[in-house]
């Protein structure tokens, strides 16, 4: 049996504050942005502190959402990891 271990990553320091003021542009509150975005708000806190990398796929809807610059866009998707959340390859489909 083979078993695999996922490495935690650290992102960036800079990343949750960039997700906090991104969200406080919109107008949009914790729950509203975690339900628009379809994530619990207690992983939003978790992305806004920086404690927490996301998805690939959470990064994409984030940025529609928060409606991300280019920059911003670019800072938040070189941050996502491509095996972990909704992108974890051995996640069983719904």
């Not at 610059?69 to 069983?92: H, Q």
């Amino acid at each position: 049996m083979t078993v695999h271990h996922r490495i935690r990553r650290t992102p960036p320091a800079d990343l949750g504050p960039l997700l906090h003021m991104a969200r406080l542009r919109t107008g949009a509150g914790l729950r509203a942005t975690a339900r628009a975005v379809g994530i619990a708000p207690s992983y939003l806190v978790a992305l806004e502190s920086s404690r927490r990398s996301p998805s690939r796929t959470v990064a994409r809807q984030l940025a529609v959402v928060l409606a991300l610059d280019d920059d911003e866009r670019s800072r938040l998707l070189a941050a996502a990891v491509d095996d972990a959340g909704r992108d974890y390859p051995r996640r069983p489909s719904p």
